[in-house]
């Protein structure tokens, strides 16, 4: 493996002599990975989604980082606050990134506690997938759709992973927007747990992913009953979104709430990673999402595959924290006095 750094670089010398630049950092940074192994923590427990996410990217990243070894650890807590904690607090020296939930975007805008990162500062990778969220509803519960919910005096009881991630600050915000008075949000539900207790009947439903309600719907165990999208989906054209049922007041809300959708699997380093070697892991965390095999097999596990680069997640991420004020304390209000 050292012999092929070796010719990677020769290459790279002789390219330049026939006058095709070739940035001899970056040549350096394909040669620091060869023989390395790298870490991707994945800020929940094994199962669910982001774990799938995870897994297989690095059954696939090793290829295109010749001689490289990549292992999967999971640290889950806290709503995805205790392994992104740790994710950023890693050595910046491009052999550790990883995979957290969006809702933590949230999380930081209402200095939720326990968080010690900024997302801002992070090295991002960007995201697989671009999965509106789905309020979903287990098929055995007396709720069938929004308007069921919304006239009914029962409590509807939702599963999250933890206070901080995507399910439960979704599941505040809806509430919130929407005005319901009968929704109850139960966190501790890691990976497919929260999936699990619906069909057993223990909660009513849960904010997840396209992906997820897919599963749910092909074995008849859920329904959805409202979107966070732009638009309706054609899988789905009698549901509902967000923006057509909220009061025009909370558009502000609504949009951040999609906004976040269009990075639902979110994949970042720790600040600092220099800059060769950031442009060394976006590249191959690009191919490697772009890979026919792992296409095939995401496919295979109803796990949809749309890429967004880090540069664009950056972006997202710095736009979605530059509320006004008077959305963060809204936000606030709802979130951390609840």
């Known amino acids: ?57 690095a059954s696939t990243m090793e290829k295109y980082l010749p001689g490289s070894t990549i292992i999967v650890k999971n640290i889950p807590g806290a709503g995805h606050i205790i392994g992104t904690n740790k994710l950023y607090v890693s050595k910046p020296n491009g052999l550790t990134f990883g995979i957290f939930n969006k809702g933590l975007i949230t999380a930081q805008l209402v200095e939720m506690k326990g968080i010690k990162f900024d997302l801002t500062k992070m090295s991002w990778l960007g995201t697989p997938a671009t999965e509106p969220r789905v309020w979903m509803i287990g098929t055995n519960s007396p709720f069938k759709t929004l308007k069921d919910v919304q006239n009914s005096s029962e409590m509807c009881v939702l599963s999250s992973a933890g206070i901080g991630s995507g399910a439960h600050t979704d599941a505040l915000l809806i509430t919130k927007i929407l005005g319901l008075k009968n929704i109850k949000v139960v966190p501790g539900f890691q990976g497919t747990e929260g999936e699990m207790a619906m069909m057993r009947g223990e909660v009513h ?134």
């Open 205 to 338: 439903g849960q904010i997840g992913s396209t992906d997820s309600i897919l599963r749910m719907t092909k074995t008849g165990d859920a329904v959805p009953i409202l979107m966070v999208a732009h638009k309706r989906l054609a899988a789905y054209p009698d549901v509902p979104t967000l923006y057509e049922v909220a009061p025009k007041e909370q558009k502000p809300l609504v949009d951040l709430m999609v906004t976040q959708a269009l990075i639902s699997r979110p994949f970042a380093g720790p600040p600092g990673i220099p800059a060769d070697r950031l442009k060394i892991l976006r590249d191959a965390f690009e191919k490697s999402w772009k890979d026919p095999k792992l296409v095939a097999d995401a496919a295979k596990m109803g796990r949809p595959i749309e890429f967004v680069g880090g540069e664009e997640v950056e972006g997202i991420i710095k736009s979605a924290l530059n509320q006004p004020k008077e959305v963060i304390d809204f936000m606030k209000e709802i979130i951390i006095m609840e």
């Open 1 to 57: 493996m050292k012999r092929n750094a070796t010719l990677l670089c020769i290459v790279g010398i002789l390219v330049v002599m026939v006058g095709i630049s070739l940035t001899p950092n970056v040549c350096s940074a394909k040669a620091f990975y060869d023989g390395k192994t790298l870490k991707l923590i994945v800020a929940t427990r094994p199962g669910g989604g982001y774990d799938s996410y995870g897994r297989l990217l």
